[in-house]
């Protein structure tokens, strides 16, 4: 069963306007979400996260808005440059569970192509 | 320059050939993951380690091994590989309690 879901493998926006990438998820114990990009032949890289107890984090051109009663959540990218063109994974983490375990689950990525 | 190593990136082996990919980090993290990547599927992890000598299975443990015998390394077993191995792998690590983790730049193997 799929915990963290994204739904749309690829999406393609011309440079300037805003990229959405969205990310669903089922399980009500997630209270921390991430966000990363990652390049060809590069291992992902952390770009922004939210918390539960937030509805919005914004870290210059991204922002990452959170919607707890729809389990859902949006990266936005404006405005999107050519250099954004990457896939962009979701990952969410569950309760602290007091041992620093956190486990990261990851949704299975959005291609994200800007098109100059 | 803090940084996840892995090594080799790139291998091709044939079934049945015992490999150890490595994993190396200068952070002094506790925490290290590996994980792998195949199309439609996303990032699974197939094992972690919350420090030395202490590990535990991922989501798909299956075919791999680990070891963490010293804090900065972290290696990845496969003792008898098989074509569905072949994938794309990374290793990762965080400091315990951190939610953020780094990642390596990956090892893409190829079993035949």
């Known amino acids: 069963d799929q915990q963290v879901k994204q739904n749309s493998p690829s999406l393609s926006v011309q440079e300037g306007r805003i990229s959405i990438l969205n990310c669903d998820y089922t399980n009500s114990m997630f209270d921390y979400f991430l966000w990363y990009k990652k390049y060809p032949a590069e291992g992902p890289t952390f770009l922004i996260s939210?918390?539960?107890?937030?509805d919005k984090n914004e870290d210059g051109r991204f922002t990452v808005f959170l919607n707890k009663s729809a389990k859902h959540l949006s990266l936005h990218i404006v405005p999107s440059q050519p250099g954004d063109s990457a896939v962009y994974f979701c990952a969410a983490i569950g309760a602290y569970s007091g041992a620093g375990s956190y486990q990261l689950t990851f949704g299975k990525g959005t291609k994200l192509s800007v098109i100059p | 320059e803090a940084q996840v190593t892995q090594n080799p990136r790139y291998l091709i082996t044939v079934t049945g050939k015992k490999l150890t990919v490595t994993c190396s980090q200068n952070m002094n993290h506790e925490y290290m993951s590996w994980y792998r990547q195949d199309p439609g599927l996303g990032l699974r992890q197939i094992y972690y380690s919350m420090n030395v000598e202490v590990t535990d299975k991922g989501d798909v443990p299956e075919g791999y091994k680990v070891s963490r015998k010293e804090k900065r390394n972290f290696p990845l077993i496969l003792e008898s590989p098989s074509p569905n191995q072949t994938s794309l792998y990374f290793c990762?690590?965080?400091?315990?309690?951190?939610?953020?983790?780094?990642f390596g730049p990956g090892t893409r193997l190829t079993v035949t």
């Open positions: 990762a690590s965080r400091l315990q309690g951190a939610r953020e983790q780094y």
């Open positions: 939210i918390s539960s107890i937030k």
